[in-house]
Nanobody, 121 residues
């Protein structure tokens, strides 16, 4: 079982930055690829970014490329999402997710409870 707890959400003005953190409670964190997803009101949940277990490989949604950076610290069992140049359309609940094995944009097995990010114009 993997427990994921997100933090770092909040209210920020357009053009600002936030860093989300996701702490994982699992013995073998390096067995899991991790990702970030988001869900805006009235919309389906969408993929944002993912990182392999080693941190060497990453994928991003086109909408966040060049603005967001995903990383992980395996010594701390923590995944990060650095969000820069935020736009009002980035407003959503952001979820951390983990899956056994390789990096993916889909098919995650474990999810956090989410953290709200609101970007004002």
């Amino acid at each position: 079982q993997v427990r994921l707890v997100e933090s770092g959400g909040g209210l920020v003005q357009a053009g600002g930055s936030l860093r989300l953190s996701c702490a994982a409670s699992v013995r073998t964190f390096t067995s899991y690829a991790t990702g970030w997803f988001r869900q805006a009101p009235g919309k389906e949940r969408e993929f944002v970014a993912a990182v392999s277990w080693s941190g060497e490989n990453t994928n991003y949604a086109d909408s966040v490329k060049g603005r967001f950076t995903i990383s992980r610290d395996n010594a701390k069992n923590t995944v990060y999402l650095q969000m820069n140049s935020l736009k009002p359309e980035d407003t959503a609940v952001y979820y951390c997710a983990a899956r056994w094995g390789s990096l993916s944009e889909t098919e995650y097995h474990y999810w956090g409870q989410g953290t709200q990010v609101t970007v004002s114009s």
